[in-house]
């Protein structure tokens, strides 16, 4: 089995139009961490749509990418929650939520036209998107006596990792994020020096 050390997700918001019919479909795409953040973002654009007539979404959420959720809002069931979260799948992206919202144009489109209008405003969306490729990252708290602290630094910055936060009253706390890829090197470079805790 391969492991996967890196995901993709999107660096910045982005949006596009598409239309059929008289309907308009503004596709919103974001890049989120959590489901409140997603409400929150939902919640606004219904305040600034507030005469549409859908606000269709999806997510998916995780390095695992286990956590999601498709929307219809009214729409027949499948048409718009689910092809939106398609495109997100068909460009392997987490952490990321995409938001349609609808303006009728007076001439209903059919399940099939829906579904044809909620997937292409959406990967229009993606395709004006800027996608990032993450690493997958691990995090540890190290401890450790201030003579052993330059220590504790330069095996982090050998192995690529991040120091998120300090504490250095008695001793030394750490907080480190390590890329998935380096993390059993420098798990074992810590516990090597032996003066350095590696902490639950």
């Not at 956590?67 to 495109?87: C, M």
């Not at 750490?174 to 590696?198: G, K, N, S």
Request: hydrophobic share 40%; aromatic share 8%.
């Amino acid at each position: 089995m391969i492991e996967i050390n890196t995901y993709k997700t999107l660096s910045a918001p982005c949006q596009a139009e598409f239309k059929d019919k008289g309907s308009r479909f503004i596709a919103y795409a974001y890049p989120v961490l959590t489901a409140d953040e997603v409400k929150t973002i939902v919640d606004n654009l219904r305040q600034e749509h507030h005469k549409a007539r859908h606000w269709c979404y999806a997510y998916r959420l995780g390095v695992d990418g286990n956590q999601f959720r498709a929307n219809d809002d009214g729409e027949p069931s499948g048409s718009a929650g689910r092809p939106i979260l398609g495109q997100i799948d068909s460009f392997e992206l987490t952490d990321s939520l995409v938001v349609v919202v609808r303006y009728f144009g007076g001439t209903l489109l059919g399940v099939s036209g829906l579904i044809h209008a909620y997937k292409t405003s959406t990967q229009m969306a993606l395709q004006a998107a800027q996608i990032v490729e993450k690493n997958i990252e691990k995090t540890v708290f190290l401890r450790c006596d201030y003579p052993h602290l330059n220590e504790a630094l330069r095996i982090a910055k050998n192995h690529n990792a991040q120091i998120i936060a300090q504490d250095l009253q008695l001793d030394c706390r750490l907080t480190v994020r390590v890329p998935l890829a380096d993390f059993a090197a420098a798990m074992a470079a810590w516990q090597h020096t032996r003066c350095i805790e590696i902490v639950a």
